[in-house]
């Protein structure tokens, strides 16, 4: 997608953005459109259509809807529906233009249009690869800021890219594949990219890593994504880790196939996410320092894979009981938060399509966190979580859940049993900790089976803006 400041209209759908038809009233309609419009408004209509035959307009109408952020995300829905009628009516272009006294309203349109517009064509053939008309999205002067300009089109860019390395599957996406998506990235927008092989996994001791890998014939990575200003503001790295399962059958604990193996190639749903954020934060240039941490391998189920009753020595010298093989992302996380203790970090936060616990609780509207970050991180990603409606519902890490994961022959054990499931693995991720931590459950919100507003089919990159939003409001 295309983003610009133009005054050129002629190939483009016209988009006006009014509060209510008096807003209209110096832009050149008809009485007839006019009355068509205010009649539509009263009907309380958010997306008004008129077609002049040798051009497209369209009014999108806002009307508050409680909170600020609430009517944001309106906005948002409305873009999407924007995009699809542009793409029905084969227009190739949309130009804002904005009268609303709504602040970001064109912005908010924009980015629901564009994330929308979203399509993964690569495995499509013939009639099926039908791709979408709408390529180019422009603003009238005064309409939307550069500095809001240039967000839109890195988190648009971030989120593509993020949704595309989740719909890949396995067939080509393998732990070894990753890296090199990784690296392509990391060249493109400008951060470092070092990945350890097996033998430097072994050399590190990584045995959570190693012992979800062993069932698998690809070989595991371990991916260190750094982006590091001269003027950082922050005098401490802040360290993002990402669960990149490249593919979950369970291992030994075999997953059924019908609506939970079928779409396990998004198990690496936390790598792409924090990939995707690395590169946003390069390409706008964030004074920020920011490391990203991802594992990678497969989880399957072959002739050398790790069995329930092994103990396992992870990187940090803990010993772990491994009572299921399918709690395997908690295995190779909890190598990468002790990874992340050399950097003696601000902040580390980690991004997991972790518990179907998660999922069962909170659904498909929001992430799952926990952590033992300061009050005001916690409210500061919170908010984040608002205003990019990617919300987020605290879990506490209660002593009495860590009494769950005591194991009798080793130190932990890596699930807590029936209950609890999502902060018992989160108190499994907190023993590897020793600086502010979060830990986000996105297992949720990561895949979609359907489309719904501006969240296309498959990867969602749900969770990467609240994230980005944060960076932006991060104060050391």
Known sequence: MKFSITAKTEKSALVYVADNVAGLDAL???DEERNYISEAMESDEALINLNRYTQQVFICHIKPKGEEWQTAEKLRKTGARLAETANRLKQTALHFIATSAFPNAALLL??????ANYQFLKYKTGEGKKENTLKEISFAKGSISNADLKQLDAWTAAAYKARTLVNEPLSFLTATQLSKELAALGKEAGFKVTTLDKAAIEKEGMGGLLSVNRGSKEPPTFNILEYKPEKAKNKK????????????TGGLSLKPTPNSMDRMKSDMSGAALVTGAMYAIAKLQLPLHIIALIPATDNRPGEDAYVPGDVIQMMSGATVEVLNTDAEGR???ADALHYAKQYKPALVADFATLTGAASVAVGEHGIVCMGTAGEDLKNEFKAAGFRQYERLVEYPLWDEYGEQIKSEVADIKNIGGPTGGAITAGKFLEHFTDYPWMHFDIAGVSFATAKKGYLTTGGTAYGMRMLLDFLNHYRD
């Open 28 to 30: 050149a309609f008809t």
């Open 237 to 248: 790295p802040i360290v993002l880790v990402g669960k990149g399962v490249v593919y979950d």
């Open 110 to 115: 924009a980015q629901g249009a564009a994330l």
């Open 331 to 333: 295995m190779i996380l």
